[in-house]
């Protein structure tokens, strides 16, 4: 991020802002594209995979039920928080309105026509009449999710012997496309210098942008930290056995792993033996709720991205109807199930986020920069509602440990 922003600053000096549109923001766009091309198969095969995963119908209806039922309602609080704080700081509105058409311009903004439809015309959009047409169009990822989820259940209906084959194929799969992922977030530093250089050169080095991001900064650490150490510890006094400060103390190994690492999954292992060792969670619940957890469980994730969409937009000048915040909510709340656990995986589903509410892509160029630190942050945060939930699921299992 800094090479990029002297880049961009020395091409101002010198009159180079031209080179830097021709010859290094195609970099960084490609970087975008990159992400966008991923989108759709990361998302399909990872819902399928976690509820396939998930073994039968009756433990899906059972233990499952209640552990994504949490899951979800966990998230619409993380992304009821992070809009109510983007929506009253306003951070993108730190940024100077003047240089607002010439980004609007250079991030190309297309924007959905309205329908004039019935109240409940977005449960018409969810179903799609052709999988292959949804599947070819980024903005229609949530007829992507309702397919996936609908063909992940009608899976588990049928003999285990018949679907073992599937199996196999979404676990191969899956590793093919988190390795395809893991090969784009190497090249993130590259994009990054190369977004960072074209946006400086594209506001002619206006440093309210910086200003703007310093303030998002603040206000996505914020509401992680509200989730974490507001939410959590009440939950676990309304529901859990387990006392709030015993809790966090003794959650603090897998915290730390989960933020050193900025991966939910690497961190996995550590957090089932912190959940089973050191808070004495039912070895039952453990088992079921942490790799459940670590594919669909992102409320930082959640949080961050509802800031991010609404902070871009702020910047952008682009002004959401309800119908859009009614799809941002679902599209937030849905699609974090498919966030790969590693290192910068929400971009990939940020970028389908940012289409199916009429903001480019591109506007990614805005965040990327400074998101190493609260990938990390909000990966802490991850980590511990997968704790939490294990916590109070398995609350009839929870041992009494010294603390």
């Known amino acids: 991020?800094?090479?990029?922003?002297?880049?961009?600053?020395?091409?101002?000096?010198?009159?180079?802002?031209?080179?830097?549109?021709?010859?290094?923001?195609?970099?960084?766009?490609?970087?975008?594209?990159?992400?966008q091309l991923v989108a759709v198969p990361l998302v399909f095969v990872s819902l399928i995979k976690g509820v396939i995963g998930v073994g039968d119908v009756s433990r899906f209806s059972k233990m499952g039920l209640k552990t994504v039922g949490l899951y979800i309602i966990f998230k619409i609080f993380a992304i009821t928080v992070g809009i109510t704080l983007?929506?009253?700081?306003?951070?993108?509105?730190?940024?100077?309105?003047?240089q607002t058409v010439g980004m609007v311009e250079s991030f190309t903004v297309t924007m959905p026509t309205e329908k004039q439809q019935g109240p409940l015309s977005f449960l018409f959009e969810i179903v799609p009449n052709n999988f292959f047409a949804a599947a070819s169009d980024n903005t229609k990822m949530l007829q992507i999710i309702f397919f996936a989820l609908f063909f992940g259940i009608a899976a588990l209906t049928i003999k285990k012997k018949k679907m073992k084959p599937v199996m196999k194929l979404v676990d191969s799969l899956y590793s093919i496309i988190l390795k395809m992922v893991d090969i784009i977030i190497k090249a993130a530093?590259?994009?990054?210098?190369?977004?960072?250089?074209?946006?400086?050169?594209?506001?002619?080095?206006?440093?309210?942008?910086?200003?703007?991001l310093a303030v998002y900064a603040l206000t996505v650490t914020a509401g992680l930290a509200i989730i974490c150490f507001g939410f959590y510890p009440l939950l676990m006094k309304l529901f859990g056995r387990i006392p709030a400060k015993r809790f966090l103390k003794e959650a603090y190994p897998a915290?730390?792993?989960?933020?050193?690492?900025?991966?939910?999954a690497a961190t996995l292992p550590?957090?089932?033996?912190?959940?089973?060792?050191?808070?004495?969670?039912?070895?039952e619940a453990v088992s079921f709720v942490m790799p459940t957890g670590a594919t669909?469980?992102?409320?930082?994730?959640?949080?961050?991205?509802?800031?991010?969409?609404?902070?871009?937009?702020?910047?952008?000048?682009?002004?959401?109807?309800?119908?859009q915040m009614i799809t941002l909510i679902l599209m937030t709340t849905i699609s974090s199930i498919g966030a790969p656990g590693i290192p910068g995986g929400s971009y990939v589903v940020m970028t389908m986020v940012l289409s199916s509410v009429g903001i480019p892509a591109h506007g990614l160029a805005l965040i990327l920069g400074i998101d190493r630190p609260l990938d990390m942050m909000r990966?802490?945060?991850?980590?511990?509602?997968?704790?939490?939930v294990a916590a109070i699921v398995g609350e009839g299992g929870v041992k009494e440990l010294g603390s």
């Open 296 to 323: 669909i469980n992102m409320d930082g994730t959640s949080c961050f991205q509802a800031i991010s969409i609404l902070f871009i937009a702020q910047v952008l000048g682009i002004d959401l109807t309800f119908g």
């Open 189 to 212: 530093p590259y994009g990054v210098l190369a977004l960072m250089a074209g946006l400086v050169a594209d506001t002619s080095g206006n440093l309210g942008l910086f200003s703007a």
């Open 379 to 388: 990966t802490v945060v991850n980590v511990t509602g997968d704790m939490v």
């Open 1 to 35: 991020m800094c090479v990029g922003i002297i880049v961009g600053v020395v091409a101002i000096n010198i009159n180079g802002q031209q080179f830097v549109t021709d010859w290094l923001k195609p970099w960084g766009q490609i970087f975008i594209r990159l992400l």
């Open 255 to 264: 915290q730390l792993v989960a933020f050193s690492t900025s991966s939910s």
């Open 86 to 98: 983007v929506t009253l700081i306003k951070p993108g509105q730190f940024f100077d309105s003047s």
């Open 270 to 283: 550590v957090t089932m033996d912190v959940a089973k060792n050191r808070l004495g969670i039912s070895e």
